[in-house]
């Protein structure tokens, strides 16, 4: 950002700490589902920003209750093993969630598919869904732009 002029940052996107960036961002993709789902026909782009905001959702539950770091989060699918061994999610909740991203990514990115709209309403629901689960169990709250 050196030499650029005055940086504009995303308003609503906390910096105090990284896991209220992480919360915060979660907040802000699922603003960005909204905004996607009432335009209609988006999709694919409400799946894989769904997608975001789950695992920003995890990784500020994971950050705020352990001592892990953003580093710790540099693969997609560790964030719902990590979800699992932390206590957030049962193990076969963990398995299912990975096996959801796996299979969206493969035929998103590789397959023929075409993404509809019930599908695109599920991932909403179940974003907003695991972002509401892991705000409640953080032990700090006043956090999320939801509220």
Known sequence: M????????EDGISAD???KTQLTKACRLLEVVDTLQSEDGYYTAVI??????IERS???????????T???????????????????????????MKDLY???????????GRPTQEQAEAMTDLANA???FAVSQIREGGVCLCD
Not at 74 to 95: N, V
Request: hydrophobic share 35%; aromatic share 14%.
């Open 102 to 112: 796996s299979e969206n990514r493969t035929e998103s990115y590789y397959g023929g």
């Open 48 to 53: 894989e920003v769904c997608f975001g905001a």
């Open 58 to 68: 995890i990784e500020a539950y994971a950050l705020a209750m352990t001592n892990d």
């Open 17 to 19: 700490e990284d896991w």
């Open 130 to 132: 695991v972002h509401q």
């Open 70 to 96: 953003l580093q710790d989060f540099q693969d997609h699918q560790f964030s719902y093993e990590r979800a699992h061994q932390i206590g957030l999610f049962e193990r076969e909740t963990a398995e299912a």
């Open 2 to 9: 050196v030499g650029r002029g005055r940086t504009a940052f």
